[in-house]
């Protein structure tokens, strides 16, 4: 079909199914939004996981017994372990510097508590400190080791909470989807319901099935496209006043930047026109049988 009539079937498509195209476009950018939101926080999850990992170590707190003997050889077992990449011995004095650094603003945690009532520690810098728990088992109940901790383990609480907010949002996601394609269809529907002469028209000079289906589907696919366009609109708009205005007051991690907000709205808005040109093929062929 030539460009102009297909442009004109697709206005007059538009025109007579006002409300409902409006109503697609609304609940389509609802849905890519979430979706666009569910995308920024694995952004974000994959943004602080990269800050940590350089960061991250496993401390190997060592009894007050232990001997130069026992040290000297967990520090040498340490060191031939491919896991480790570096040891790094600190004594009591400045495992309590450490921690009153640490607790600066606590003084009720810092009262009563001297060098001697902290352990030195051995701490290890890990070649994957995705690998850290491995690491953790292999030292633990050593001859020297009171204990063994993941710095990685405390920040799961963290990732569980980031992880929830992303499934939340993927599931919204999922939910206004199906009002977007019951919409769709129904818009479908009464389109093709309207233009039912003009079809028979063209099946009777001999149009091939994807020359009829081609308006409607493209009526879809523009619907999907404008609320993919403002969805992404929502992600930037996101990024200026939440991110990089109330949340860029923390400094306890790094943000996720520009690209992966341009990812995620070309993501949004694919997926918008393709699921919305899907769904009008799927209508079509189910009730119009062309």
Do not use: C
């Amino acid at each position: 079909m030539r460009p102009g009539p297909l442009v004109s079937l697709l206005w007059t498509g538009l025109r007579r199914n006002l409300a409902m195209t409006a109503a697609v476009i609304v609940t389509v950018t609802l849905s890519l939004a979430m979706l666009g939101a569910g995308l920024l926080l694995r952004a974000q999850v994959h943004t602080i996981d990269q800050f940590l990992l350089g960061q991250l170590e496993v401390v190997v707190d060592l009894t007050d017994d232990i001997t130069a003997a026992q040290r000297s050889a967990l520090e040498d077992e340490m060191r031939r372990d491919p896991a480790v990449i570096s040891v790094r011995y600190e004594s009591k004095q400045h495992v309590f510097d450490r921690f009153r650094h640490d607790f600066r603003g606590s003084p009720d945690v810092l009262a009563g508590v001297g060098p001697d009532d902290l352990p030195a520690a051995l701490r290890l810098t890990l070649a994957d400190p995705r690998q850290s728990r491995d690491v953790v088992v292999g030292y633990t109940g050593l001859d020297g080791v009171e204990a063994v901790r993941d710095q990685r383990a405390l920040l799961d609480p963290l990732y569980r909470f980031l992880d929830a907010f992303t499934i939340g949002a993927f599931t919204l996601a999922a939910v206004q989807a199906l009002a977007s394609f019951a919409l769709i269809y129904t818009m479908i529907r009464i389109s093709a319901h309207g233009r039912r002469r003009e079809t028979a028209i063209m099946k009777l000079v001999g149009a091939s099935n994807g020359t009829i289906r081609a308006p409607f589907m493209l009526e879809s696919a523009v619907a999907g496209l404008a609320g993919g366009l403002l969805a992404g609109v929502a992600l930037v708009a996101a990024k200026v006043f939440l991110v990089d205005g109330q949340f860029s007051r923390q400094t306890a991690f790094p943000l996720f930047g520009w690209s992966a907000v341009w990812e995620s709205a070309a993501a949004v808005v694919a997926a918008g026109v393709f699921a919305a040109a899907t769904m009008a093929s799927i209508a079509l062929h189910r009730h119009l049988r062309v």
